[in-house]
């Protein structure tokens, strides 16, 4: 449009899958990732809905590119690295801590709200997550392998290294979903594959009452 005679120049929207996703998951983070729409979307990035179709041809593809940005947004290097002298467990207590923190910034329970999705945008979900959910499993396994203070010994049957990383990555996801901790969860595991394991519940987390669980308690 010229410019002098009345009209006013609007600059055209320049738009690309990253900022589809940036403008998805703010939605998603203030309303809740059921609230999303590809009309939202759409508006917000002051386009046309079809112009989201060309990136995203359903709203279950743009939901499951929600989902991993969270992934993304939530284990960035610093979560993931091991920290210097930093064991298995005492990483896996930091690994749930980045986790909830993400979630109760968060106005809306994610997790909740993803049950009650569509079977579409569900499964859509499921294929996205199974991927990321691999890669953190092997994540763990490596930062089992480097704790020299496992005993190696007990590193059988259930608990095998793959089985025992793919029920700690779950358990850790279901304690989330149930907005509960895994500090139980933890102090077995610290009992279970430690050969020093004596540890002294929280006094501000329990009413007053010290904890042993130490190699000789039987599980």
Same mark, same amino acid.
């Given at each position: 449009?010229?410019?002098?005679?009345?009209?006013?120049?609007? /600059?055209?929207?320049?738009?690309?899958?990253?900022?589809?996703?940036?403008?998805?998951?703010?939605?998603? %983070?203030?309303?809740?990732? %059921?609230?999303? %729409?590809?009309?939202?979307?759409?508006?917000?990035?002051?386009?046309?809905?079809?112009?989201?179709?060309?990136?995203?041809?359903?709203?279950?593809?743009?939901?499951?590119?929600?989902?991993?940005?969270?992934?993304?947004?939530?284990?960035?290097?610093?979560?993931?690295?091991? +920290?210097?002298?930093?064991?298995?467990?005492?990483?896996?207590?930091?690994?749930?801590?980045?986790?909830?923190?993400?979630?109760?910034? &968060?106005?809306?329970?994610?997790?909740?709200? !993803?049950?009650?999705?569509?079977?579409?945008? +569900?499964?859509?979900?499921?294929?996205?997550?199974? /991927? !990321? &959910?691999?890669?953190?499993?092997?994540?763990?396994?490596?930062?089992?392998?480097?704790?020299?203070?496992?005993?190696?010994?007990?590193?059988?049957?259930?608990?095998? /290294?793959?089985?025992?990383?793919?029920?700690?990555?779950? %358990?850790?996801?279901?304690?989330? &979903?149930?907005?509960?901790?895994?500090?139980?969860?933890?102090?077995?595991?610290?009992?279970?594959?430690?050969?020093?394991?004596?540890?002294?519940?929280?006094?501000?987390?329990?009413?007053?009452?010290?904890?042993?669980?130490?190699?000789?308690?039987?599980?």
């Amino acid at each position: 449009m010229l410019a002098g005679r009345g009209w006013i120049l609007v /600059p055209k929207q320049v738009i690309n899958r990253e900022k589809l996703v940036d403008e998805a998951y703010a939605i998603a %983070s203030r309303e809740g990732v %059921s609230a999303l %729409s590809v009309r939202k979307v759409a508006a917000a990035c002051g386009i046309a809905v079809g112009s989201v179709y060309v990136y995203f041809p359903t709203k279950a593809e743009l939901t499951a590119a929600v989902l991993k940005r969270f992934f993304t947004e939530t284990f960035f290097e610093e979560h993931c690295a091991v +920290r210097e002298g930093e064991d298995f467990t005492s990483y896996l207590r930091r690994f749930h801590d980045a986790l909830s923190e993400a979630v109760a910034a &968060m106005n809306v329970d994610w997790f909740a709200q !993803m049950r009650r999705l569509p079977d579409s945008e +569900r499964c859509a979900l499921e294929a996205a997550r199974a /991927p !990321m &959910m691999a890669h953190m499993e092997q994540g763990l396994r490596h930062v089992l392998d480097a704790d020299e203070a496992v005993v190696r010994a007990r590193l059988v049957g259930a608990l095998h /290294p793959e089985s025992l990383c793919r029920f700690t990555l779950r %358990s850790i996801f279901a304690s989330l &979903m149930e907005g509960s901790d895994c500090e139980a969860f933890f102090a077995l595991l610290d009992a279970a594959l430690y050969a020093d394991a004596t540890l002294y519940a929280d006094p501000a987390s329990s009413v007053g009452a010290t904890l042993y669980i130490d190699a000789e308690t039987p599980l």
